[in-house]
């Protein structure tokens, strides 16, 4: 199956003995090439990013701020006048 999706799909991952994750192409042209190389599909299941996963694809590269511990160098701030 991997080598008939070869050259309509970008990106063929095995995920199990007998999965494949596949994206790039429909689910219409894998169909197609499993029918021509006579291997029987059990299941062809199309998944979509949601708006935020798509979102945070797009803008990974782009933090503003990043969290992490503290320096245990920084002295920490003197509380304010009349907090004890």
Same mark, same amino acid.
């Given at each position: 199956?991997?080598?008939g999706l @070869?050259?309509?799909a970008p990106h063929i991952q095995r995920v199990g003995p007998d999965t494949l994750q596949v994206s790039g192409t429909d689910s @219409? +042209?894998?169909g197609r090439i499993a029918a021509r190389e006579a291997i029987p599909l059990i299941e062809? +299941?199309?998944q979509q990013a949601t708006l935020e996963e798509a979102f945070m694809e797009m803008t990974r590269d782009a933090v503003e701020f990043h969290g992490g511990a @503290?320096?245990?160098d920084d002295p920490l701030p003197a509380p304010a006048a009349g907090l004890r």
């Open positions: 199956m991997c080598r @070869a050259g309509t @219409a +042209t894998i062809l +299941t199309p @503290a320096d245990s």
